[in-house]
């Protein structure tokens, strides 16, 4: 899972451009009984309680496992894509001032959109999900 802007931002200055709790709920909720995988960075973004369901290591695109879900905020998703069975980018509907940027063009390389819904954040009056599946070989 990824947050991306308008223009495919995701970072500026090595920072998030933004976060929504609503989100941030709606993600576990994804998860279910799985829990999240993530990185100490992305972690601190969620409350105490939120931690009980997270899985927190720095290498956690290189350890998550089949059917997991792994939330994305600062490295590159590309190593790992014969991994990756969904990508799923959450659309925060504004443009922010970014300089690193997800590359779409990754999502012409045997993926399909499965899905898309909106729903409305904290901060964020739409927030746009998108799913992408790996086309079967």
């Given at each position: 899972m990824l947050?991306?802007?308008?223009?495919?931002?995701?970072?500026?200055?090595?920072?998030?451009?933004?976060?929504?709790?609503?989100?941030?709920?709606?993600?576990?909720?994804?998860?279910?009984?799985?829990?999240?995988?993530?990185?100490?960075?992305?972690?601190g973004q969620f409350t105490q309680e939120e931690h009980a369901r997270l899985r927190v290591d720095d290498r956690f695109l290189a350890l998550a496992g089949a059917g997991d879900y792994c939330f994305v905020e600062d490295q590159r998703i590309e190593p790992f894509l014969d991994k990756i069975e969904n990508i799923i980018l959450f659309g925060w509907n504004r443009a922010y001032p970014?300089?690193?940027?997800?590359?779409?063009?990754?999502?012409r390389q045997g993926w399909t959109l499965r899905e898309?819904?909106?729903?409305?954040?904290?901060?964020?009056?739409?927030i746009t999900k998108e799913v992408y599946e790996k086309c079967k070989k």
């Open positions: 947050c991306l802007d308008n223009k495919d931002g995701i970072l500026f200055n090595h920072r998030r451009q933004s976060q929504d709790r609503i989100l941030r709920s709606h993600i576990l909720s994804l998860c279910g009984a799985r829990g999240l995988w993530l990185n100490a960075y992305s972690a970014a300089d690193r940027y997800f590359d779409r063009t990754v999502l898309t819904d909106e729903f409305v954040g904290y901060s964020h009056a739409k």
